[in-house]
């Protein structure tokens, strides 16, 4: 692509000026700025670019959405691990459906190959980006954003979606249209469900090392709570604008997660809440069972800490119903219309030029053919909103389904996380009730072996005091292992009863989770059906802009010498 440095309108690479203002075209800095994806993104300007992707602005052009499109990096394109893990990071983010999570709106693929996902624009900045530029946080902003954080999270592991990459800068600080800021989950290119090991490679290590939990660096099959670790480092990053370990090297500060006591929050921040500094250093126990037992623990013990109003505003599970997201009723204003415009100069042009002659055939002819080509486009974009209609439906009932899951899934989670809290009490109450029990049992092992020892004699008419003695002992252990025996059984019946509760709510997440993927099997059939005509619509009006450019340009040449029509021009620059 070909940019105007005046006027900035976008020229195919054959062109050499601007048909509208006659400035010499240069080369696009970025060649996807300017093209269209999936015959309706229109890409408008790069927002943000790493070493996988680039993110950009973009604008749906059938329905007037203004969205944010990221590009897989072309050189990357080849290594099917890495477009498996692009893929992945669409499907878990739209599949969670959650306010805390970005959302995804679309995804595919361009015609070189090089997959992208269309997402909701953000409004703000990431939360490395503000701890960088501000520093430390007060409590109670750390508790606000905590929470809406451990809220995405819980959604998206109770789904069985682990995060494996949580960091300040995959953390969206969003201004929501109320004013309020809304934290959003991002990047999930390297999350994996419990149950893929397809993209499990022996060796790896995935993550930002400042924020890997204990255990990912011996197994990168680590679960969800190495995400409550990573927490745990946000959110003392976030109390004290630094980081709990520090080290020049990758082997340092990963030694220093796995033996190295953190300094206590208040040691840096002396004003933060006692309970909030406990949840933090809860957080990064070095063992998993010493921490939460889930993300919705975390927000049990963050509420408190929260004022009532900013807990529930905007803050909470999504609800029952998704909103509708709007659909133009016609099609919104677009290029055309200025195509129209330009037409209309154009014949202006060719009258005030020509007063008593016929134009040249050839210029007749290229505005005749730019006007077919703007009734084409016209239809065309008809028949695509048509399609997008029917687009939209198919994706207004998914997202209605996926809201109604999560209410279900938090409904749950929240009877699940209690039940696993129990089970763990459960568990530390009747322990010394089992070590009892084994340490009764070893007492009667023992004393009972000096019975069956060779040459142990019973045959006398007295005993020997040995003979009394050990066979007391052994009677007494006997009675004590008896004893304890009893009571660690019933502990254990006691303990079965808590554990059967995790199981049975296992059981119905197990059945949630068979609906939701039913409902994305279906959503993905139905959009692949509508997706091809909207792409080769696409297609085609692409080719006809295009053409459109070509014919404003053999109109244009020939006309601008003329000094009469200066101001002609002039009003095609105005308007452009």
């Not at 999350?191 to 397809?198: G, K, M, N, V």
């Not at 909030?276 to 126990?285: C, D, F, G, N, R």
């Not at 091809?532 to 404003?552: C, R, S, Y």
Request: charged letters at 25%; a negative charge.
């Amino acid at each position: 692509m070909r940019i105007c440095p005046r006027c900035q309108l976008k020229y195919p690479d054959d062109n050499a000026r601007c048909f509208v203002d006659g400035a010499a075209l240069e080369p696009m800095p970025d060649e996807r700025i300017g093209t269209t994806l999936a015959g309706r993104y229109l890409i408008e300007s790069a927002i943000g670019e790493g070493g996988m992707a680039t993110v950009y602005r973009a604008r749906h052009t059938l329905v007037d959405r203004p969205v944010a499109i990221k590009v897989m990096a072309t050189h990357l394109t080849k290594d099917a691990s890495l477009r498996e893990r692009f893929r992945r990071e669409a499907k878990n983010s739209a599949s969670l459906a959650h306010p805390n999570i970005i959302e995804i709106l679309d995804t595919g693929e361009t015609d070189d190959g090089t997959a992208f996902m269309v997402m909701e624009l953000l409004d703000g900045a990431s939360l490395g980006t503000v701890i960088e530029q501000h520093g430390a946080m007060p409590a109670a902003k750390v508790a606000e954003l905590g929470l809406q954080i451990a809220r995405g999270l819980a959604r998206a592991h109770d789904f069985q979606v682990v995060h494996r990459d949580l960091k300040p800068d995959n953390i969206f600080l969003h201004r929501g249209r109320d004013g309020r800021t809304v934290v959003k989950l991002l990047d999930f290119g390297i999350a994996r469900s419990l149950h893929d090991s397809r993209l499990t490679s022996a060796g790896e290590i995935f993550g930002t090392p400042q924020y890997m939990a204990p255990e990912r660096v011996m197994s990168i099959d680590a679960g969800p709570l190495a995400d409550l670790y990573a927490v745990g480092i946000i959110f003392f990053e976030m109390l004290t604008g630094q980081l709990p370990f520090h080290a020049d090297t990758l082997p340092g500060i990963l030694i220093k997660h796995m033996q190295e006591v953190p300094p206590k929050v208040s040691s840096l921040a002396p004003d933060v809440p006692r309970r909030l500094e406990e949840l933090v250093m809860k957080l990064l126990a070095k063992k998993p069972e010493d921490r939460p037992v889930d993300a919705h623990q975390v927000i049990k013990e963050l509420l408190p800490l929260v004022p009532a109003d900013v807990a529930s505003h905007a803050l909470g599970p999504a609800p029952a119903v998704a909103a509708p997201r709007n659909v133009a009723p016609t099609l919104p204003p677009t290029t055309l219309e200025r195509w129209a415009r330009r037409a209309a100069v154009f014949e202006q042009m060719l009258r005030r030029a020509y007063p008593n002659s016929v134009p040249p055939p050839e210029l007749v002819q290229a505005l005749a053919q730019l006007k077919t080509v703007i009734v084409r486009i016209n239809e065309l974009r008809s028949l695509g909103l048509k399609e997008q209609r029917k687009l939209d439906a198919i994706e207004s009932n998914a997202r209605e389904a996926r809201t109604r899951l999560g209410h279900a899934v938090d409904t749950l989670g929240v009877d699940l996380s209690s039940a696993r809290e129990a089970s763990r009490a459960a568990r530390l109450e009747v322990q010394p009730y089992f070590d009892t029990d084994r340490v009764a049992q070893e007492a009667y092992v023992q004393t009972h072996k000096r019975l069956i020892e060779p040459g142990w004699h019973l045959g006398v008419s007295v005993p020997s005091a040995e003979v009394v003695q050990t066979l007391r002992d052994t009677a007494e252990t006997m009675d004590r292992w008896l004893l304890s025996r009893g009571a660690a059984e019933k502990a254990q019946l006691w303990l079965a009863s808590k554990e059967r509760e995790v199981t049975d709510l296992g059981f119905q997440f197990d059945a949630l989770r068979a609906q939701r993927q039913r409902v994305e099997q279906q959503f993905e059939a139905d959009h692949a059906e509508l997706e091809v005509n909207l792409i080769e619509n696409g297609k085609q009006i692409e080719k006809l802009d295009q053409e459109l450019m070509a014919l404003g340009g053999q109109l244009a040449a020939p006309l601008r010498p003329r000094g009469e029509l200066g101001d002609l021009f002039v009003e095609l620059e105005t308007d452009r």
